[in-house]
């Protein structure tokens, strides 16, 4: 199992920016693909990008494509999230999440990721 703590979430304005980190602890780390999730007030948890073990292949739901970037820094066990020209529809709790998810088959389900990070909420306001 991997610990993911998150950090770096707040209140920003529509077209501004944040960073959200992800710190890991536990071995496993390096071999596992490192994802995030974002779960708005009422409505599902959804995928929002994945990276995987290496960071050498990177997926991002439509709705972030060319706004956000993750990656990851296997060194600092951390794995980022940089989002840019946020609207308001990007406010939610935003998850960390970690698994053995083989980048070829399943990434952007939840039930693909075992360990979760408590969630960090970001505001986008007009």
């Known amino acids: 199992q991997v610990q993911l703590v998150e950090s770096g979430g707040g209140l920003v304005r529509v077209g501004g920016s944040l960073r959200l980190s992800c710190v890991a602890s536990g071995r496993t780390f390096g071999t596992y693909a490192m994802g995030w999730f974002r779960q708005a007030p009422g409505k599902e948890r959804e995928f929002v990008a994945v990276?995987?073990?290496?960071?050498?292949?990177?997926y991002y739901a439509n709705s972030v494509k060319g706004r956000f970037t993750i990656s990851r820094d296997n060194a600092e066990h951390t794995v980022y999230l940089q989002m840019s020209s946020l609207k308001s529809e990007d406010t939610a709790v935003y998850y960390c999440a970690a698994g053995p998810v083989l980048m070829s088959g399943s990434y952007n389900a939840a039930t693909d990721y075992p360990s979760w990070g408590q969630g960090t909420q970001v505001t986008v306001s007009s």
């Open positions: 990276a995987s073990w290496d960071g050498g292949t990177k």
